[in-house]
């Protein structure tokens, strides 16, 4: 999307310059300049200028003051930071330790709003559906905030409640953030390769999910639905009568959330039996189902009175498909062998390869790190240190991994954090054997290569199916001159602009001339001739020293401008 394109509103153009003008106080004025904002938002450049460096800013790295920026910004932008900090496959260490830390806590805001907002997206007043109604939230986040409630059968419940106008900050956020994304990927050709672009629709397909309470009610039920099988699992129900995009009502769970199992008296909790209960409970989600819980620290497990283990708050969820659960069990296989020529396919099955990356460095990279890891027992492995190493090397040569494919190895290695946490010798070998086996057994099992046939014979027989409707309806396209070929240039419109810029200059430049020729004919218009010397006689009327004075005036003004507008340019 081009800056030109969104709608030139007064609250548009005073986000973006407060954006560039928070930029700029950080340290990052290079930045705004290199992406030509101030040649769409009036007064910029000035205001640039006058920009003084925050007061202890300089002594921060700039992963820390970029993280700065984030939290002034507020909401979409906090959230951004969020995201990138789930992407250590296009994001430097330094930048994704400052962006973890960044923290959607707001101050909340009056239970008396809230009332009133469930009564507008329910269409009830919130006496009639809660006996009780807790005023102190017990979550306060940028979108929303959470209130414990009971309901009129006496059912204790916890309400989440979007904050009033959030839809309409966060797209108008959403809408910059893609132009900035376009400006980056056009002015700033060393950040091309992290994929500004693809990042923010990503984002903004994350937002959108978020911002629809009716897909975290879907995803908690399907959820619960999944994990039926395991006896001493519990989610939370979804009371669907209270479910709108803007309201979500959910039982309410009580228990200890497994990051204070300290506070409990000694011997209370089986911590071996329980840290089986959590690594089946993952292994089951990443390698069976396929549907996993991306965000699963401590705060979002507990431990019931009845000993189950509550798993809550499913805002952030993955998904692997079943050709990315075929191609994990590969590359656990050939792990176990050492053979990185079939971990290299499996990268190119992603479509991870871009145009940097280099076959043969990132095979002779791949090798030394699997060559420092291989051997180690897996007790003594460090989980988080060899996944950061993996997707270091991903990104040194810029490979490019689906992201629900990143966000499977971080739940992993949170969850073998929490694992190890509760028992040190908990062996996640011998917890991944079983489900493995699985993967690699519905692999090559003839029932599955049977249906793959089987998919692959109709998709097959489709095409030829199609086939002749399709060559005819191309020959009609020829026939009657409708099929047209779609040329796109790119990197041109820099060239295109300065053509442009230039050829006004120079049509400036001759209407400065023209006005100066003839406003100097007017004046002597009315010259005297002596001897053989044409001296020059103020007209004879003032309507002519009126009219010549005037046409210099103007071609002083605009000559000053023009002038004013190059050096600014910087271009002579």
């Given at each position: 999307?081009?800056?030109?394109?969104?709608?030139?509103?007064?609250n548009s153009?005073?986000?973006?310059?407060?954006?560039?003008?928070?930029?700029?106080?950080?340290?990052?004025?290079?930045?705004?300049?290199?992406?030509?904002?101030?040649?769409?938002i009036?007064?910029l450049?000035?205001?640039m200028?006058?920009?003084?460096?925050?007061?202890g800013?300089?002594?921060?790295?700039?992963?820390?003051?970029?993280a700065?920026?984030?939290?002034?910004?507020?909401?979409?932008?906090?959230?951004f930071?969020q995201?990138?900090?789930?992407?250590?496959?296009?994001?430097?260490e330094?930048?994704?330790?400052?962006?973890?830390?960044?923290?959607?806590?707001?101050?909340?805001?009056?239970?008396?709003?809230?009332?009133?907002t469930v009564?507008?997206h329910?269409?009830?007043?919130?006496?009639?559906?809660?006996r009780?109604?807790?005023?102190?939230?017990?979550?306060?986040?940028?979108?929303?905030?959470?209130?414990?409630?009971?309901?009129?059968?006496?059912?204790?419940?916890?309400?989440?409640?979007?904050?009033?106008d959030?839809?309409?900050?966060?797209?108008?956020?959403?809408e910059?953030?893609?132009?900035?994304?376009?400006?980056?990927?056009?002015?700033?050709?060393?950040?091309?390769?992290l994929?500004?672009?693809?990042?923010v629709?990503?984002f903004s397909?994350?937002?959108?999910?978020?911002?629809?309470?009716?897909?975290?009610?879907?995803y908690?039920?399907?959820?619960?639905a999944?994990?039926?099988?395991?006896?001493n699992?519990?989610?939370?129900?979804?009371?669907?009568?209270?479910?709108?995009?803007?309201?979500?009502?959910?039982?309410?769970?009580e228990?200890?959330?497994?990051?204070?199992?300290?506070?409990l008296?000694?011997?209370?909790?089986?911590?071996?039996?329980?840290?089986g209960?959590?690594?089946r409970c993952?292994?089951?989600?990443?390698?069976?189902?396929?549907?996993?819980?991306?965000?699963?620290h401590?705060?979002?497990?507990?431990?019931?009175?009845?000993?189950?283990?509550?798993?809550?708050?499913?805002?952030?969820?993955?998904?692997l498909?079943?050709?990315?659960?075929?191609?994990?069990?590969?590359?656990?296989?050939?792990l176990s062998?050492?053979?990185?020529?079939?971990?290299?396919?499996?990268y190119?099955?992603?479509g991870?390869?871009?145009e940097?990356?280099?076959?043969?460095?990132?095979?002779?990279?791949l090798?030394?790190?699997?060559?420092?890891y291989?051997?180690?027992?897996?007790?003594?492995?460090?989980?988080?240190?060899?996944?950061?190493?993996?997707?270091a090397?991903a990104?040194n040569?810029?490979?490019?991994?689906?992201?629900?494919?990143?966000?499977l190895?971080?739940s992993?290695?949170?969850?073998?954090?929490v694992?190890?946490?509760l028992d040190?010798?908990?062996?996640?070998?011998?917890?991944?054997?079983?489900?493995?086996?699985?993967?690699?057994?519905?692999?090559?099992?003839?029932?599955?290569?049977?249906?793959?046939?089987g998919?692959?014979?109709?998709?097959l027989?489709?095409?030829?199916?199609?086939?002749?409707?399709?060559?005819?309806?191309?020959?009609?396209?020829?026939k009657?001159?409708?099929?047209?070929?779609?040329?796109?240039?790119?990197?041109l419109?820099?060239?295109?602009?300065?053509?442009?810029?230039a050829?006004?200059?120079?049509?400036?430049?001759?209407?400065?001339?023209?006005?100066t020729i003839?406003?100097?004919?007017?004046?002597?218009?009315?010259?005297?001739?002596?001897?053989?010397?044409?001296?020059?006689?103020?007209?004879?009327?003032?309507?002519?020293?009126?009219?010549?004075?005037?046409?210099?005036?103007?071609?002083?003004?605009?000559?000053l401008?023009?002038a004013?507008?190059?050096?600014?340019?910087?271009?002579?």
């Open positions: 999307m081009s800056i030109l394109s969104i709608p030139r509103t007064l153009m005073k986000r973006l310059r407060q954006i560039a003008t928070i930029l700029a106080r950080h340290g990052f004025s290079h930045f705004v300049s290199r992406l030509h904002l101030s040649e769409h009036p007064g450049g000035r205001l200028l006058h920009t003084e460096f925050s007061a800013s300089e002594e921060l790295s700039a992963a820390k003051r970029l700065r920026v984030f939290e002034e910004l507020g909401a979409t932008f906090i959230k930071g995201l990138l900090s789930t992407r250590p496959d296009l994001v430097r330094d930048f994704l330790a400052a962006f973890a830390q960044l923290q959607d806590s707001v101050d909340p805001l009056p239970a008396e709003l809230m009332r009133k009564r507008e329910l269409g009830i007043d919130a006496e009639e559906i809660f009780e109604f807790e005023d102190k939230p017990i979550a306060s986040g940028s979108i929303g905030q959470v209130h414990k409630a009971t309901l009129a059968d006496g059912t204790p419940v916890v309400i989440k409640i979007k904050r009033p959030t839809d309409t900050r966060v797209r108008d956020d959403l910059l953030l893609e132009i900035l994304a376009g400006l980056i990927e056009k002015y700033l050709p060393e950040l091309k390769v994929r500004p672009r693809m990042v629709e990503e397909r994350c937002m959108e999910r978020e911002l629809d309470f009716v897909g975290e009610a879907s908690t039920e399907k959820f619960s999944l994990l039926t099988a395991e006896e699992i519990k989610c939370p129900l979804v009371y669907w009568d209270f479910v709108t995009r803007d309201t979500l009502v959910l039982e309410r769970i228990g200890t959330s497994l990051g204070k199992l300290n506070s008296p000694a011997g209370a909790v089986d911590r071996e039996e329980l840290a209960v959590v690594g993952f292994m089951r989600q990443f390698f069976v189902t396929g549907f996993f819980h991306a965000d699963p401590p705060g979002n497990m507990l431990l019931t009175p009845e000993g189950r283990l509550a798993l809550i708050d499913f805002g952030q969820m993955g998904h498909s079943d050709d990315m659960r075929r191609q994990l069990g590969v590359s656990l296989l050939a062998q050492g053979d990185t020529d079939i971990i290299v396919d499996i190119a099955d992603l991870g390869f871009t940097k990356t280099d076959l043969r460095e990132f095979r002779l990279e090798r030394a790190l699997i060559d420092r291989y051997g180690v027992p897996i007790d003594r492995l460090d989980l988080a240190q060899a996944f950061q190493d993996s997707l090397v990104r040569n810029g490979l490019l991994l689906p992201r629900d494919f990143v966000l190895g971080k992993f290695v949170t969850v073998m954090g694992v190890r946490a040190n010798s908990f062996r996640i070998d011998e917890a991944l054997k079983p489900f493995s086996r699985k993967i690699l057994g519905d692999l090559f099992s003839p029932g599955s290569s049977a249906r793959k046939f998919f692959f014979l109709y998709r027989i489709s095409l030829i199916r199609r086939a002749p409707e399709d060559m005819r309806d191309i020959l009609e396209r020829i009657t001159g409708r099929l047209r070929i779609i040329y796109r240039h790119e990197g419109e820099d060239l295109t602009t300065q053509i442009e810029r050829s006004n200059r120079l049509t400036f430049g001759l209407i400065i001339v023209g006005v003839g406003s100097s004919i007017v004046l002597t218009a009315g010259s005297n001739t002596l001897g053989h010397r044409s001296l020059p006689v103020i007209g004879e009327t003032p309507l002519s020293v009126l009219f010549s004075g005037l046409g210099f005036g103007v071609a002083t003004v605009m000559g401008w023009l004013w507008s190059i050096l600014r340019g910087k271009r002579f």
